[in-house]
């Protein structure tokens, strides 16, 4: 347990009002990163360093004691799950309004500017590669095991975990019942408040589902400010949906098992699509007139829409020189555009998988960096691989001739 964990523990409120916390995942709200898709009891892993922060979080102790909303809400699950009334009402007793989520969830009154090279930079940098090269080093076996079952490359799952969590690093220390009960009946009243509340609501559902199945308190389970959970941050539907125990133990845990966190991750991805063996993104080239083209394509939709050919036709071409062209012209793609103020907006082509990666999280920019940071990470363990043999004659047999075959 962290530091700062150890402090929420012993100081639970001041004044009444304030409860010490760890400022988890605030940094990818900084960045700008959408709700993950976009995940139980356990501590992180001991060796896992720790990079929270102690916050003050607001919260008022005990709001939704004879809430009239709470009460119908615990009479559906009483009649459609055979919960125990008494039993939720006494929950529920200690359930903790949380200003600081309402607050973390709210629109800024004015949106910043979106800054690619500044959010790729917060990833792509030699701290989350090497953290993504240990990680797929000692996660291996898992990893070749995901990529054969689901068909998803092993760069792919652990740049998703980088980006979310930092494998485990920040994984949030939210209470989630707070959090997925103060969304679901005290979303800020903002355009999509009533489809958020719903959306919440259900969450909140799924996680007394879970809760209830593995056997865990509700009241111990720790997460992000929007109720995301574990090293890959999924929401407890999610967790219902797509999560699988992967280390053979009969019991997922996303919080403290690499493996069922990488299992759930290539589940997730291929339940929505995944095309084992096809690219992600195709590179466009730096000519004025592709540039332009995808400038007046680029419409912000994820899904694929155009196709190749029909771009080619007005005059886009592309830098990808191993690529055979031909079989490829009715590919559907979309145009990914990457702004930077005071630069020129990056622009690539999104294919089929692009579209999978922003199922789960919907920002052009999370998809790229976590698509970016896999194959950095890759890239490394390729050139590590390459110097350690410069070294010995011998030929490899092991990890990193696994990871060739694999390229």
């Known amino acids: 347990m962290t530091a700062s964990s150890s402090i929420q523990d012993a100081v639970r409120y001041i004044n009444g009002w304030i409860r010490i916390g760890t400022l988890s995942c605030l940094l990818t709200s900084f960045y700008g990163i959408a709700i993950a898709q976009s995940a139980p009891t356990q ?89 993504g090269v240990r990680f797929w080093q000692a996660n291996e076996a898992a990893l070749q095991r995901a990529s054969t079952e689901f068909g998803v490359p092993p760069e792919i799952i652990v740049g998703i975990l980088g980006v979310e969590t930092q494998y485990g690093r920040i994984m949030g220390n939210f209470r989630v019942l707070d959090v997925l009960t103060t969304l679901a009946f005290d979303y800020p009243d903002v355009a999509n408040r009533e489809e958020r509340q719903k959306m919440f609501l259900q969450n909140l559902a799924d996680f007394l589902l879970w809760t209830r199945s593995h056997n865990l308190d509700p009241l111990s389970v720790k997460g992000s400010y929007a109720g995301a959970i574990g090293m890959p941050q999924f929401m407890p539907t999610s967790i219902l949906n797509y999560a699988v125990n992967y280390d053979g133990n009969s019991f997922i845990d996303l919080r403290a098992s690499a493996a069922d966190a990488i299992g ?15 690219p ?50 009715n590919t559907p793609i ?73 390229t």
Not at 382 to 400: A, H, I, L, R, Y
């Open 43 to 131: 501590l992180a892993p001991a060796n896992a360093p720790s990079s929270e922060y102690v916050f003050e979080e607001e919260i008022v102790p005990k709001h939704y004691l004879n809430h009239a909303e709470l009460n119908k809400f615990i009479d559906k699950m009483v009649g459609r799950y055979d919960f125990n009334k008494q039993a939720l009402q006494a929950l529920f007793a200690q359930v903790d309004y949380s200003a600081t989520a309402v607050r973390l969830v709210n629109p800024a009154p004015t949106q910043a500017m979106r800054n690619w090279r500044r959010y790729q930079a917060a990833y792509l940098n030699p701290a989350y590669i090497n953290a």
């Open 280 to 329: 992600v993104l195709w590179h466009i080239a730096s000519d004025t007139g592709s540039q332009g083209i995808a400038a007046a394509a680029a419409d912000g939709q994820a899904e694929p829409h155009w196709t190749l050919n029909r771009l080619f036709k007005a005059g886009l071409l592309l830098n990808e020189p191993q690529l055979e062209l031909l079989p490829e012209l």
């Open 264 to 278: 759930s991750v290539a589940n997730f991805l291929k339940s929505h699509g995944w095309e084992t063996g096809r």
């Open 334 to 406: 979309t145009v990914v555009d990457l702004p930077t103020p005071g630069l020129p907006t990056e622009y690539k082509l999104g294919l089929k998988n692009f579209y999978v990666l922003t199922r789960y999280n919907k920002s052009f920019f999370y998809a790229t960096a976590a698509y970016q940071l896999g194959q950095q990470i890759k890239d490394s363990l390729q050139n590590s691989q390459v110097m350690d043999e410069d070294k010995d004659d011998s030929p490899s047999t092991g990890f990193g001739a696994w990871l060739r075959q694999s």
